[in-house]
Each structure stands twice: as C-alpha cells, then as structure tokens.
RNA sequence: GGCGCCAUCGUCUAACUUGGUUCAGGACAUCGCCCUCUCAAGGCGAAGACUACGGGUUCGAAUCCCGUUGGCGCCA
C-alpha cells in the first residue's frame, strides 16, 4: 500500500492527561514515525464545559512535554479540520440524517424509565438484552410523546443477520454476531453524537487508516463496523493496546493512583525515560535491548510486536531508568539546565543566586548527580545552601557522643590551619591526623559528616566540605560542640 | 445477565506466528560479595516461574485445540 499512514489520538479534555494516554498517544506516535505517516490530535470535547479550555491546554502541555509531536490538529491546522468535535455538530447531523433518510437510522421515544425496566426485566430471566424500539410506537403514541415534550435519541438500526468480523493486529480474529448488539445510540436526545458516532465520521473525514487504542473499545468496534458499512465507506485497521492497570489490577484511574503526565515533570522525571519506560509497557523490540533512543524506538517499533496481555504499572523500573538516564543519557550541559528550575522551585537558590554562584552551584549538582532518582531529589543537598537543615535523629543517635566531641573538637583546630580549603588538603589533613592519633580514618570521617551536614549518607566528605567552604563548616561543628556540651552538663 | 478481551519469576517482558536449539532468557526490585569515608553509582553473584488449573492433539507443548477458574472491559 503505498497509501500515506495516518493515525490519531483522541483525548476527551474532561479527566486529565495521564499515562495511560500517554502511552496511547506514544504508541500512535511511534507508528506515524516509522511509517512516515501523519499522526493527528483531535480533541473529543463534546461535552462542552468552561474547563474544557483548561484541560485541553493541559493536553497539549503534556504532549509538548513528551515531544509527541503531532502534524495536525490544535495549532497545527490541516487540510481536514476543525480538530475540536464541538466545532463538527453541523458534520455529525448531516451524517445522521442521511442515515435517517435510508432507514438505517430511527428515533427512538422511550423513556429512560421504560428501559431500565425493560433491562432489568430481561436480567432477571437470564435472557440477553438488546433494546431495540423500531416500530414500537403507532403514529399517535409518538405524537402524544412529542407533545409531553419526550426528546428522542436516535438508535441504529443494527441489521440483525450480519456476522461482524475484523483482524486486530494485536489480538487477532475478533468476531460479534449483530444480534448481540442492541440498536445503539448515535445522536443523543441533547442533539449531541455518541462516542461511537462520532468517532467514525471523524476517523473517516480524517482519512485515519489505522485506528490504534485501548482494548477498552475492542467492544465498539463491531458497531463502529456497522456504521462504516452503513456509510458504504472504508473501515480502518485497528490495534487494541492492552490496559495499564493498577497494583491492585483495577484499571487505572485517579482514584487508584494514576498521576498526571506533568506531575511527572514536577516531581524531575525526564521525557525521555518516561517515554522509554512507557514504551516497555506492552512493548518490547524483542529482543535484550531496553534502554532506547526515541530513534531507537520509531526504528524498532511494530504493532505487532504489542503484547496482548494487561499491564501492572509500578513505578520501581521508572526510577532506575530515569536515574540512569541522568547519569548516562544526557550530557553534562544538558543536566545541568534541566536541573536549574528544580534549585529555583525547591527555594534552595534565588534566580539571582544562581547567575551569580553559577559555578559553584554546577559542582555541588555534579556530586549529587549519581544519587539523583528524580531532579527534585536535589533537595537532598540542602546543606549545601544554608545552614537552616534537619539534624537526623539516627544519625545522631549514632555518631554524637563524648568520643566523636573529643576527636572532632581537636581536629577543628587542625582544619583551621589549613590555608587552601580544598578536597585535597582537607583529605591530607585528616588522615595525618588520624594517623598521628593510631585510629581509623572513618573514625573521624562519619561523626564529622554528621555534625556537618546532619546526615549520615551523602557524597565524598572532603568535597562537600570544600564546596561548604572552611568557615562555614568550622561554624556547624562549633556550633554542636557547643550544644552538646550544654546538653550534657 | 449477555457478549468480548486477557493469562510466563513480586513487576515489565523474551521464547508462542513457523511445536524439539528452553529442566524457560533479560531487566527492575530483593539478598550477598567486591570497590569504598557513608550513601549512591559501578562490577560480580544468588535467589525467584512445576509457563493459572484440567484435559486433548503429538514421538515431543510455554508454544496448537477444548474446557474450567480468575482478571479486565462493553452494553445502563
């Protein structure tokens, strides 16, 4: 087929961005770029509400963020818009009403009541049920509704002998016998089109030819079939992506914990391991290879290759790789402009601050740089930027005590003398003085550390002293001798 | 209730299409050792899956077929 490839993601802008949609969107993505095809973002608002404008912003922030880059749809005009469904109205009753014209299509009057009762009814017999409501009115009845003000919806008419079938390229042969399905809504009785409805014209008007989404409307697609046939226009391929789920194996939701794509990027996850990461979540390239290129991934990816089955999410793997992506994936320069807002939003350093420190600052993110799971992480460093830290009891508990004082209170004068207060000279410093006193160096290393920097865990003592500077850490240890000779006496 | 989808270590997965090379491979997490001033990072290693269960097909099944169970979802 030498037919362009174009695919597409549809969020509705009421819930808000999260990974599970991420990850739709990514795999769409992938597929665009490796068939160097389109990939479209069209926005499902259909329930117009004043927070719609908000979230759909929200949308294209995460995307922006991700560097999912779409070829149509908001802010990238092609020739098949709008890209907003609630700018489409007018399209979706021309469709409905061609529909309505050859009978395919009929309005259905019944009350929300009656079919609640007519499903319940039919539960409790064990039968299924399919509401179906063609010529089950006379004339009059429907008149006597229309003048008790019933606003009806418009069902289809499901033709009831037709097998449906279709090739999923991810779960294969999937079939449906139309008689399962009940005549379902297209137009709602608010005058606005079903999921369903929509999506098919759209798809179509779109020249989308590739339909890649949750398994969650693997259930649509026999009706979705129904109206493409019912249209006498092409159906698309479709892929149904299997379901991130939570621990607890429900589907995941706000409520069990699913976070929003931005929170991410608050919190210093790097787009490109979270996108490493999500793109293992269902998918693999088959063989050992796991840590991949975004070239890497459009290269490998295939549809085919999806996995089947649901998947857990747990955050553990995104953690080591997006530590390992700080370490290993990003140059020095890069690392350290992602690092900047997180010194300026944490409030460990002013944007003044940090023009003016800039070098010293770098060093200090450099030696944290390993032992960063997540940018936020730098808090960590706290006493690197003031004197204001929590001391941890444990640490304490451990390391200050008569016999730390005595040694840490003797060698101050010797970390006095030392003209140049570097990693270097300090390390040479302290160890001849252990030496001289025949005791270890970690003797002195540790309780000095703590009364340091309050913490037991940590980068190299010497260079985190260098970079505290000599009166600053002459202070801290001043300051508890001093305190704990007052506690004790 | 009907219908649809799914089922390999705790988690993500490989091998399933084309049955034998697999007494099931990798990664994360866990544990141990090494490095080391601590914590990370790094190196090495261990443990961890009778391939949900039960049948069948076959000389041979994680791989093919059927059923059961469980999970997820659609119809409201």
């Known amino acids: ?115 609640e009762k007519e499903r319940t009814e039919f539960f409790n017999k064990k039968m299924n049920w399919q509401h179906r409501c063609r010529d089950k009115f006379s004339t009059e009845e429907i008149n006597k509704r229309k003048k008790a003000g019933i606003m009806p919806a418009l069902r289809f008419a499901v033709p009831l002998d037709k097998k449906i079938t279709f090739t999923d390229i991810i779960h294969g042969e999937v079939e449906k016998e139309a008689a399962d399905i009940e005549d379902f809504v297209i137009m709602k009785s608010d005058g606005m089109p079903t999921y369903n409805f929509a999506c098919v014209i759209d798809d179509f008007l779109m020249k989308i030819n590739y339909v890649i989404r949750g398994v969650e409307h693997i259930a649509n697609t026999p009706k979705q079939i129904l109206l493409y046939n019912a249209f006498n226009i092409p159906v698309p391929d479709f892929a149904h992506l299997p379901v991130i789920l939570g621990k607890d194996k429900k589907k995941l939701s706000k409520r069990l914990g699913a976070r929003s794509v931005l929170e991410y990027r608050e919190e210093g996850y790097l787009s490109d391991a979270l996108v490493n990461f999500l793109a293992l979540l269902g998918w693999s390239p088959g063989g ?37 992506y700080i370490i290993n994936r990003i140059d020095q320069v890069n690392f350290l402009n992602q690092i900047k807002p997180f010194l300026i939003s944490t409030g460990l350093v002013t944007e003044d601050d940090y023009s003016n420190k800039k070098e010293w600052l770098d060093r200090i ?24 830290f929590e001391y941890e009891p444990e640490a304490l508990k451990k390391y200050f005590n008569n016999k730390s004082l005595s040694l840490v209170k003797e060698f101050k004068q010797n970390l006095e003398s030392i003209k140049f207060f570097d990693a270097k000279n300090i390390e040479e410093t302290l160890r001849d003085y252990c030496n001289s006193k025949q005791i270890k160096a970690k003797e002195l290393i540790h309780p000095l550390r703590v009364y340091i920097t309050g913490t037991e865990a940590g980068p190299g003592l010497f260079e985190t002293m260098e970079l505290i500077g000599k009166e600053r850490c002459i202070k801290r240890i001043s300051k508890m001798i001093e305190k704990y000779e007052h506690g004790t006496d």
């Not at 759909?56 to 990238?76: A, F």
């Not at 709008?82 to 019944?110: G, M, T, V």
């Not at 840590?291 to 080591?320: G, V």
């Not at 032992?371 to 690197?384: G, H, N, P, S």
Request: glycine fraction near 4%; hydrophobic fraction near 35%.
């Open 1 to 115: 087929m030498n037919q362009e490839i174009r695919v597409r993601i549809a969020p509705s802008p009421t819930g808000f961005f999260h990974i599970g949609s991420a990850r739709t969107a990514l795999y769409n993505w992938l597929f665009a770029r490796h068939h160097n095809g389109k990939f479209i973002l069209r926005i499902e608002d259909t329930d117009t509400s004043r927070s719609s404008r908000e979230m759909t912003k929200i949308i294209l922030e995460s995307l922006g963020w991700l560097r999912l880059d779409w070829d149509e749809g908001p802010g990238k005009d092609g020739n098949y818009g709008p890209y907003f469904q609630s700018e489409r109205k007018e399209i979706y009753n021309d469709y409905a009403h061609r529909l309505i014209k050859e009978n395919k299509a009929y309005w259905c009057y019944c009350t929300q009541e009656e079919i």
């Open 365 to 388: 993110c450099l030696l944290m740089r390993p032992r960063l799971k997540v940018l936020k992480d730098i808090t960590k460093a706290r006493y690197f930027f003031t004197d204001d």
């Open 288 to 324: 050992d290879e796991e840590i991949m290129s975004r070239e890497r991934m459009i290269e490998l990816f295939s549809l085919e290759r999806i996995n089947p089955a649901n998947a857990i999410y747990d955050e553990t793997k995104l953690d080591w790789l997006n530590n390992h």
